[in-house]
Structure formats: structure tokens, C-alpha cells
């Protein structure tokens, strides 16, 4: 992670300049920016400041649905803004598009970013960016330690629960990554519990939603000699495990700790006539590459698509090209630890 002395100094006086924040973050909110959103209102609340958490929603996953009565979805009237002593903080977002209609307030009010994406927007007061921090929650952690202050038990849960769920407890990070543990050491001392952080991630899933993964998983088929896995869900399997989470995070998992398994493709009926589908890579291939091919997109190693066609079209098409573009790639380096001599 970078030196950000300066950057701390700037935010933190920004964030004692006004009496009230907004604090803004993305839609489709995950684990970070709700939990960077807690841990920031949480610090300036001890500082007398008045705080109003803002996020459109859905809060669809199911690690984070619990913290939903906490934001508010529409934005304050204008004239509620015009005189007050306000200033908005957005956190996790690298385009103010992400914010959805929430976005009008940064027109309105001072603005500080505070974000681990690499973020283009340029007319905030003072940022605090950094695109190779784990998580927006350690840039929280940052500017709370920055101050002198420790961060209370509470905040170090929040904090502990977006560095958690934005490197998949740690999964993501790779040889680079001894600040993110030296980070998380600290939110442990301050009172944040690992066990406990896991269990909000992964725990709570209905007896459903683990029949759902199985029937996705006894229909995996193997393309390219197992180095690749495609799989499906009809609406037939929505009615028969209603209402199952839709747990994919997991079946990703499950599919990619196969041997030699490096890519995995879902597809997803909608109705008749249309489907949605998903694509993870842990090799080579660019899985944005085949989504865009079908109307969608993404990055590198995660991508997916809606398009009007039925499931079984697309399924055949997907295979075919995955088959294509696997075969182009060298043969795969195989997916263990090598051996140390
Ligand atoms: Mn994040």
C-alpha cells in the first residue's frame, strides 16, 4: 500500500470542518462498502458529528441484509441541503454513476472519496485513494489510526468485515499482501474475532439453498478434458427449491477447486426465451472476452451476459466456445502448490 500521510491529514480535517456527513456508497452494495459506511458514521459519531448513511440498494447478498435498516435510499431534499452545515464522504465507488440517483447530492455538497478502486473523478475536496489496498474498510482503519485514536471494538468488526469479503477471507490476496494481514492483526487486538467474521460471511444458509448448489453441481459437465466446468439452473429448479439463496459464490468455489478445473461456466434460465449467464477464470482465458460476445461483459477472471435466447441455445454456444478458445491456450499448469525440492 502507499504512504498516505498527506492524504490522512487532508480527510481528517475535512471530517471535522462540517457538523453533518452524508456518507454515500455504491449500489448493489457488498460487504465493504456497508461495513467502510458503519465504521466511518461509528468514528465520527464519537466525534459529535451527525451522520446519514446513503445507499440505494438492493441489499440482495444475504451477509449483508441484516444492515439494510441502517441507510437511507433517497436522498435529503435539496433544500435540506442549501445552508447546512454538510459535506458528503463517498466511499467504495469509483464512478459517481454507482451511486445511482444518490449521485445529485455531490453536486450540492463539499465532497471528500475514499476508495480502493482506481477512481477517475476529480471534483472532490480531498481523497484518500489507494487501488492497491485490500478494501475501502483499511483506508477507514487508516484515517482512524492516522488520528491517534483506536478503533473501537465495533469498528474493528466492520473494518475486519470488509477486508474479509473483498479478498474472499483472504483468498484473493496473494505474495504482495503482508499489510493486508498486518492490518487485520490490529482489527483483531481491537477486538474483531475471525471465527466470528466467517460466520457472517458463510454461516446462515438454509438446508435449500445447499440442495440447490448440489443439483447444480451432479449437472457439471466437463469441457477440454476437465479444464474447463459448465453447469445450469432451470426455473423448474427455482420453483422445486423456493426460496433458496442463490448461493453461485459457492458453486464457483466447489467447481474451481476441481483439479485442472481453471474455468467455470453457469447459464441461468429466465424465461422461455432468455437467460443470464456467468463466467470465472483462474487461468489464462479471458472469460470478458466470450461474455461480450453475447451482449455482456465484465473483467478478466469474472464476466456474464442477459440475452434473449433459451438457456439450452446458449448452453450448446458457450461450450462450443469455451472448447475453441481453451484449446488455443498452452496446456494449463496444474492448479496444486508446486513442489518445493
Ligand atoms: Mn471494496
Redesign the pocket.
Known sequence: MLNHTQDAEDVLQFLSQYQRYYILSHIEP?G??VAASLALASFLKRRGKLVTLLNEGPFDRPEIRNYQPHFESTAPAATALQDSDAAAVIL?CSDYGRLGALSQIVGQLPVAVID?HSTNETNAACTLLDSSAP??TVLIQLLIEHSGERLTPTEARHALFGLCT?TAYFRHLDHDSGDAFRFAARLVDAGASPRETHDAMFGGQSLASRYLIARWLERARPLCEGRALITYHTREDGREFAPAEFDTATLYQLLLGVHGCSVVAFVREESETSCTGSLRSITDLDVAAIARMFGGGGHKRAAGFFIERSYTEVYAQLTTVIEERLAELPPPVPNVHPETP
Open positions: 457488498d465493504d462498502c467504495d480502493h478494501s475501502t473483498d
